[in-house]
């Protein structure tokens, strides 16, 4: 594509979702090059930086998941060194990244999101796990999620149904960050509402219901097939859609997020949409949750990867 030049989709790193990551970006190159675009795909190594800076491409699309990939690092590398790209800038996903700072921005914004609190490792050790563990259960008598304040994936997620998982909950959390987000428990319908840019701003795609056969969307349940059940559009009221919908487009707009997002959420017996946390790239592999979102809608796949790529060309 003359308009376009050539386009470099940048997939692996050295996250724990590198597999996940290597199949989204060939999916997003394939559909490219069917397209008639020129299309390379690099890995996140340390000779990625010094050959996009030497090559400078016409167009990036960072298919990269995990901290490398959605914590806002890459991206404002990208940023400084004045290379366009699609998605979200390094600054609004370093907010977007950090649970609870999206929260707060969130719940500013209007939207609804559980109630919460984030202990650091350091106070938990400060003024001691009893003390600290008798205080989250006051605060939260009722069934509880404790997770890392940064990451993706599930990893580090437990659902406290009772007093005494607590503590092991919280040394999960720290496992893989340095703060632990303990929010409390919305029991209803999970799902995830995916959000595409074009020329006329943000636009809510159809919800996504996620349905473990397990009871728990967690690591092995994301990415072990056979082990979940999807549902598109999700099985809510029309006017519980509508709400999530529009839920996840105030994310996008509030956390200043660009071309595409997804934002997981659960939805409650009232219909009533709790905003969970949001992800700059989702995965676009075949079974991916935005994919099947968009192939719900009759869109292909690839006419919207193109159509993103101008986006960002344009803007």
Not at 134 to 158: H, Y
Not at 199 to 216: F, H, K, M, T, Y
């Amino acid at each position: 594509m003359a308009d376009a030049g050539d386009v470099v989709v940048l997939s692996g790193g050295i996250s724990h979702e590198r597999d996940v990551s290597l199949r989204s970006g060939r999916r997003v190159a394939d559909a490219l090059t069917r397209l008639g675009f020129a299309v390379r795909m690099l890995d996140s190594d340390p000779r990625l930086l010094p050959a996009l800076l030497e090559q400078r491409p016409g167009m990036i699309w960072p298919v990269l998941h995990g901290a490398s990939g959605e914590d806002g690092s890459l991206r404002a590398l990208l940023d400084a060194a004045g290379l366009p790209y699609v998605g979200t800038r390094g600054d609004a996903a370093r907010l977007a990244w950090d649970k609870p700072t999206a929260k707060r921005i969130i719940a500013t914004a209007g939207g609804s999101t559980p109630r919460s609190v984030t202990l650091t490792r350091e106070v938990f050790r400060e003024i001691g796990a009893h003390a600290a563990i008798d205080a989250i259960l006051a605060a939260f008598p009722e069934p509880a999620v404790v997770k890392p304040a940064r990451g993706g994936s599930a990893q580090g997620v437990t659902i406290v149904d009772e007093p005494d998982r607590l503590p092991r909950a919280m040394m999960d959390a720290f496992t893989y960050a340095d703060e632990a987000l303990i929010e409390a428990k919305v029991t209803g319908t999970e799902i995830a509402v995916g959000v595409i840019e074009d020329e006329d701003g943000p636009q809510s795609l159809p919800a996504v219901e996620i349905v473990p056969r397990s009871g728990v969307y967690g690591f092995d349940e994301r990415y072990t097939a056979g082990a979940t059940r999807f549902y598109t559009p999700a099985r809510v009221s029309e006017e519980a859609a509508a709400a999530a919908g529009e839920l996840a487009v105030l994310a996008h707009t509030a956390l200043g997020l660009r071309h595409l997002s997804r934002s997981d959420m659960i939805v409650d017996a009232e219909g009533r949409p709790w905003f969970l946390e949001v992800n700059v790239m989702p995965g676009l592999t075949e079974t991916s949750l935005l994919p099947q979102a968009l192939k719900s809608t009759g869109r292909n796949l690839g006419d919207t990867y193109a159509a993103l790529t101008r986006l960002a060309l344009a803007h």
